[in-house]
């Protein structure tokens, strides 16, 4: 039975919103990486954070340094910023340079301040959704 954890990291909420859509749909619980996540061997990780200053969340890139492939097989990625051109690129580094497989990164708009007012909207939400079932399935395939 292959083991999905999910861990988030928000200034603005849009994270929280995506990850606990996730995690009601996964029936897994959205961790807040501020507030002390326990993480158990986990076959498949979704990391759900915006990028502030063209950087995940401080919180968020000290959390990933912390973990091991030994405890965490692979991961997968959902980032809101109000470019979308960005990904989650350090942190993604950060897993790879410790064997820790990143299957994909799902990204979408994100709004801050006036930019991208209304987003993730709905659909963006449900995008997420998607796209965490479908690796969800197939890793349970593996
Ligand atoms: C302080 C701050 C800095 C930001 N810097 C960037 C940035 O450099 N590039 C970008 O595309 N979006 C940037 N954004 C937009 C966020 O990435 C976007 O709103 C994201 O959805 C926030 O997720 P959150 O609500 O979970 O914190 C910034 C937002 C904030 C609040």
Avoid: W
């Avoid at 619980?29 to 995940?56: C, H, M, R, W």
């Avoid at 097989?73 to 340079?97: F, P």
């Amino acid at each position: 039975m292959s083991k999905t954890g999910i861990i988030y990291a928000t200034m603005t909420k849009h994270s929280q919103k995506i990850a606990e859509a996730v995690g009601k749909a996964l029936q897994v619980k959205a961790q807040n990486v501020k507030e002390n996540p326990v993480l158990d061997q986990t076959d498949l990780l979704f990391i759900v954070g915006g990028i502030y200053g063209g950087e995940s969340m401080p919180e968020m890139l000290e959390f990933v340094k912390g973990l091991s492939a030994e405890k965490v097989k692979s991961a997968a990625l959902i980032t809101s910023s109000v470019s979308n051109k960005k990904g989650q690129d350090s942190l993604r580094s950060i897993l790879e340079e410790k064997g820790i497989k990143v299957i994909d990164e799902y990204r979408c708009f994100g709004n801050f301040i006036v930019v991208k007012l209304g987003h993730p909207n709905k659909s963006e939400v449900s995008g997420a959704v998607d796209f965490a079932k479908k690796l969800e399935a197939e890793a349970r395939r593996i």
